[in-house]
C-alpha cells in the first residue's frame, strides 16, 4: 500500500518506519523541516532502540521518505495516518488538540479523491466525531473521506517491538461493513495474521481504549506504591510484598513495581486527560481514584527528597549530590515529566549541589535544568558526593561496581529510588544503602 503518516515526532516517526518494515510505502509529513531533514537522512531526533537502523534501512531503499508537504502527502495515498501530540492544556487537565484538528484543517482540502484518515493520537472520547465533520466539511470529496480510530500502546524504547508485534490491535470504525475497515485490515494484514488479538469497535470504545490502558497501569504503579509508604512506616519490604501479591493471577506482578513512580509523556498527561474527560461527560465520580493515583505518584518524589534530608542530617543546603538519571525510564532520552529530574531540581531548589548523569538524556535534561550540573561518567558524578541517588534503572548503574564509586565520594551513602541495586552488594561494599519501602 501507499500511505502517509501526518506527524513525525516519537509515535509517528516509528509508525512510519515500522509501516515501511510491513512491506508499504511511506511518506511521513511534519512541519517540522529540521526534523524532516533528520528524518530523511535515516535518523531519528529522538533515541529508540532498533529505530535508527530501520529508518537507514528505508530511506536508503526509497520506501520510505518524509517531506513538509500537505498537498504531497494528500496526493501520496488514500490511508492517512495522524499522529501528532495531544499534550496537556496549559494549566488544565484536558487534552490539548490543537495540533490533531489543526492537521486534519489542513489535510482535508487537499482529499480530492475518496480516501482513510486513522487518527492514532490519544484524545478525549467524542473526538472522532469532531474529525469526521472537519473532514467532511472541508474536504472537496466531502463524505468520501472516512475515518477510523487506531490507538497507540507503545512503551518507550519497545516502540518499534509494539508497533510490529503488538499485544492487542484495536481497529474503530463509525459504519459496519465501511471501507475503512477494509483498508486497515489490508495494511495491518501481516500482523493480524500472525495472531494478534485483532478487536474491530466503534468509535468511543477505540477512543477510550488508550487512556483507560494508561489510568489502570498508573493506578497499579500508585497501589504498590501506596503499599511502600506502609511498608516503610512498619518495616515490612514491598519488594516482597509485591512478589507475593504478583502471584496472584488476578493480581499478576507485571507493571507492579515499587520505586519513584511514573513520569513520561504519556501515563501523567492521560489519567488527568482522562478525568477531564469524565467531567465532560458528568460522570466526574466515576474517576475520583484517579486524583489519589495522581497524587500518590507525585508524593513519592517528595519521599525521595525527604530521605535525602535524612541522610543528610537533616539538611541538604551546601552538600554535593550525585542522582544517576535524567530520563524517565530507561531505553530513552525522553525527559518529559521525570521524577528524577524532579528530585534533583527540588534538592537544588534547597540549596544542594546536584550532578546528574544518563546514558542517552543528557542534552534534553541541559536544555531544560541549565541550573544543574551534569557529567558523562556515572562514576566521576560522584566525584566528592555526599549522597547518592539511583532514580532511573539504567542496567549500566546496576553493574558499577560499589567499591570503584566508594573511591570518589565524600560519604558512602545511596538511596535507591528504583530498587534495580544489589542491595548486598552494596553494604558489604561499606555503603549504607536506603530504598523506597524497604527496611
Not at 210 to 224: P, Q
Amino acid at each position: 500500500m501507499k500511505l502517509t503518516v501526518i506527524g513525525c515526532g516519537y509515535l509517528g516517526a516509528t509508525h512510519a518506519a515500522c509501516m515501511a518494515e510491513l512491506g508499504h510505502e511511506v511518506l511521513g509529513m511534519d512541519c517540522d523541516r529540521d526534523k524532516v531533514a533528520v528524518l530523511n537522512a535515516g535518523k531519528a531526533p529522538f533515541f529508540e532502540r532498533e529505530l535508527d537502523e530501520m529508518l537507514t534501512r528505508h530511506t536508503t531503499t526509497g520506501r520510505l521518505r518524509f517531506t513538509a508537504s500537505y498537498a504531497e502527502a494528500a496526493a501520496f495515498g488514500d490511508l492517512h495516518f495522524i499522529g501528532v501530540g495531544t499534550p496537556q492544556q496549559p494549566g488544565e487537565m484536558a487534552y490539548d488538540l490543537t495540533h490533531l484538528f489543526t492537521a486534519v484543517r489542513q489535510l482535508a482540502p487537499r482529499l480530492t479523491s475518496p480516501a482513510v484518515v486513522a487518527v492514532k493520537s490519544t484524545v478525549p472520547v467524542g473526538t472522532a466525531l469532531r474529525v469526521r465533520d472537519l473532514l467532511h466539511e472541508y474536504a472537496p470529496v466531502g463524505d468520501a473521506v472516512e475515518v477510523a480510530w487506531n490507538p497507540e500502546f507503545l512503551r518507550e524504547s519497545f516502540a518499534v517491538e509494539d508497533t510490529l508485534r503488538p499485544d492487542r490491535l484495536v481497529l474503530g470504525f463509525g459504519t459496519e461493513d465501511s471501507w475503512a475497515e477494509a483498508m486497515l485490515r489490508q495494511c495491518f494484514e501481516k500482523i493480524i495474521e500472525s495472531g494478534t488479538p485483532t478487536i474491530i469497535t466503534d468509535w468511543p470504545t477505540a477512543e477510550l481504549a488508550k487512556a483507560s490502558a494508561n489510568a489502570f497501569l498508573a493506578t497499579k504503579i500508585s497501589f504498590i506504591n501506596a503499599m511502600a509508604e506502609v511498608c516503610e512506616a512498619s518495616g515490612a519490604d514491598v519488594g516482597q510484598l509485591a512478589d507475593i501479591l504478583g502471584h496472584d493471577v488476578r493480581i499478576g506482578r507485571s507493571g507492579m513495581r515499587p520505586g519513584l513512580g511514573f513520569g513520561g509523556g504519556c501515563l501523567p498527561k492521560d489519567i488527568r486527560g482522562f478525568m477531564a474527560c469524565a467531567g465532560e461527560l458528568g460522570v466526574d465520580q466515576a474517576l475520583t481514584i484517579l486524583r489519589e493515583v495522581d497524587a500518590i505518584n507525585n508524593r513519592r518524589r517528595e519521599r525521595m527528597v525527604d530521605l535525602a534530608r535524612e541522610q543528610l542530617d537533616g539538611n541538604v543546603g551546601g552538600k554535593r549530590i550525585t542522582v544517576w538519571g535524567a530520563a524517565f525510564k530507561p531505553g530513552t532520552d525522553d525527559i518529559r515529566d521525570s521524577p528524577a529530574l524532579a528530585v534533583a531540581g527540588r534538592l537544588h531548589e534547597l540549596g544542594a549541589a546536584v550532578t546528574v548523569t544518563d546514558p542517552q538524556a543528557l542534552d534534553n535534561a541541559r536544555k531544560l535544568h541549565p541550573e544543574l550540573d551534569y557529567a558523562d561518567d556515572p562514576i566521576a558524578a560522584c566525584d566528592n558526593a555526599d549522597l547518592l541517588l539511583h532514580l532511573t534503572e539504567w542496567p549500566q548503574f546496576s553493574h558499577i561496581d560499589p567499591h570503584r564509586v566508594a573511591a570518589h565520594v565524600t560519604r558512602t551513602k545511596v538511596i535507591d529510588g528504583r530498587g534495580g541495586l544489589d542491595a548486598g552488594r552494596w553494604r558489604r561494599a561499606g555503603w549504607t544503602y536506603r530504598a523506597l519501602g524497604c527496611p
